[in-house]
């Protein structure tokens, strides 16, 4: 090994032990109003902070209490950690955008950590860049992340770790299983994937700890945080749109029967004659989609992202080259929406293409959105093609219920399908909108139009 890729490699260990070697301060409030605290460490920090204090008003599920005297032991945290700042993650609450940019702007060096669940995430900035991210999730760390995406075997990850999880990367190049140029840029897809899941957060406790200049500063890389942010919340908003028809990883597709052969017949160039929207990535999907195979198996073939898969195959869908194969009975579908009544299903999407077009009107551009609903659904040529492409929408929002519901008992669809081609049909509006609107208003107005389409599950109708 190289003697860069050493001390990249070296750099790279120090990041993961500096959240391996974090202490727990976890303690126990017991009935009788004493606290039981596993290390004599937060005992003694609490002696010192809370022989007088006072417990200020939050929201449920975490709590603030003010020391109301000065402390003599900050020494105790010692000089290379110290949270400075924490609070809730909520809808009504600070966007963890707004303190991803503020981070950012500040040219902040230290730890944002997210816990939500079970799982703690931590994304760590040296100067407000960032440059490295991890996961308490055994499944979220480095290694199963090479494990899906093809580039190890099981029994490979399993003799890295051997050295120690800190380890692993170096591991990987010193036994061949990666080439050493290859260990850089999958750390940064690594850490690109946990910074995607921080940014699309909406509930949790967040907290940003400063960390000594000297333990982040020797990072392999840096990724500028503006610029990620950007490219994550244009994922955010296009992942609306295409889980509408890829629910999630495991969602199966195989080619269509013209498609069926394992040597493609037709180039690159004839795809995109057959289909002009389609992405370059399409062919390299579809050489990969031998028989039928979820998100997560495509995923290890082809060593892309979820989000790139995902985008490929929704465009895949609606050029009609790949469809979707039906998951075995005894899956759950409790993620699904209820399907409900025809008429129920198309009034509350009809609420919510009206609550968008409502806020639209309160702006210049209420055209510009109504023309490119109406041009999307003119162009509609996928599985949804008999359902949506005569539906117009009129400029309040409003589509024809009553021809919407001929076409769909002359079509012989199923509710799911009905609820699956409206539902394109409307998060293709509210990224436009959101677009127009701007990141608040169009984040204010995504959480409206969640709670109208949360009326499927509820199996509420429409008025």
């Known amino acids: 090994m190289s003697g860069d890729l050493l001390r990249q490699a070296e750099a790279f ?6 959240e391996e070697t974090d202490e727990s301060h976890d303690l126990e409030l017991l009935p009788d109003g004493r606290i039981r605290a596993e290390r004599a460490r937060v005992l003694d ?3 010192d902070r809370l022989r007088s204090a006072e ?14 005297i000065p402390s003599a032991t900050r020494e105790l945290l010692g000089p290379a950690r110290e949270v400075i700042a924490a609070g809730l993650l909520a809808p009504d609450a600070w966007s963890v955008v707004d303190l991803v940019a503020f981070l950012a702007s500040g040219s902040q060096t230290g730890m944002l950590a997210l816990d939500r669940d079970e799982e703690r995430i931590s994304i760590f900035f040296h100067q407000g860049e960032v440059v490295w991210g991890t996961s308490t999730l055994p499944a979220h760390r480095f290694g199963p992340f090479l494990l899906g995406r093809g580039r190890i075997t099981r029994d490979q990850l399993r003799a890295a770790l051997g050295d ?3 380890r692993l990367g170096r591991a990987c190049v010193e036994r061949g299983y990666l080439a050493p140029d290859e260990l850089e840029p999958l750390m940064r897809a690594f850490v690109l994937e946990r910074f995607d899941a921080v940014i699309q957060a909406e509930r949790g406790l ?17 990724l500028p945080t503006q610029a990620i942010l950007v490219d994550g919340l244009r994922r955010m908003d296009e992942t609306q749109v295409y889980r509408q028809r890829v629910r999630d990883v495991d969602t199966m597709v195989k080619r269509r029967p013209r498609w069926s052969s394992d040597l493609l017949g037709e180039t690159r160039a004839d795809l995109g004659s057959h289909s002009p929207d389609l992405p370059e990535a399409a062919e390299t999907v579809l050489r990969a989609l031998v028989g039928a195979a979820s998100i997560r198996e495509l995923m290890r073939r082809t060593g892309w992202s979820e989000f790139e898969v995902t985008r490929t195959v929704y465009h895949l869908l609606r050029a009609d080259l790949v ?16 399907p409900s009544e025809p008429r129920e299903i198309v009034s509350i999407y009809g609420l919510a293409l009206a609550e968008i077009m409502d806020e639209i009107q309160r702006t210049s551009r209420a055209g510009e959105l109504l023309e490119a609903v109406n041009d999307f659904l003119e162009r509609e040529g996928g599985a949804y093609r008999e359902l949506l492409s005569e539906l117009r929408l009129d400029p309040s929002g409003r589509i024809d219920a009553e021809s919407l519901l001929v076409r769909y008992e002359m079509s012989g669809a199923t509710p799911e399908q009905l609820i699956d081609a409206l539902g394109e049909l409307l998060f293709f509006a509210l990224m436009r909108a959101s677009e127009i609107l701007g990141r608040r208003r169009g984040d204010d107005l995504a959480r409206r139009v969640r ?13």
Do not use: D
């Not at 967040?206 to 840096?222: D, G, K, N, T």
């Not at 469809?323 to 209820?338: F, G």
């Not at 709670?451 to 008025?463: D, E, N, S, V, Y």
């Open 323 to 338: 469809e979707l194969v039906a998951r075995p009975r005894t899956e759950s579908r409790s993620s699904l929406p209820t």
């Open 164 to 166: 120690g999880p800190a």
């Open 13 to 18: 260990e120090r990041l993961e032990r500096l």
């Open 55 to 68: 417990v200020l008003p939050t929201g449920p599920g975490w709590a603030v209490v003010r020391s109301k």
């Open 451 to 463: 709670l109208i389409h949360g009326m499927l599950r509820g199996g509420g109708a429409a008025p």
């Open 206 to 222: 967040w907290s940003f700890s400063r960390l000594a200049e000297e333990a982040l500063a020797e990072s392999p890389f840096r």
């Open 45 to 47: 920090l609490l002696k």
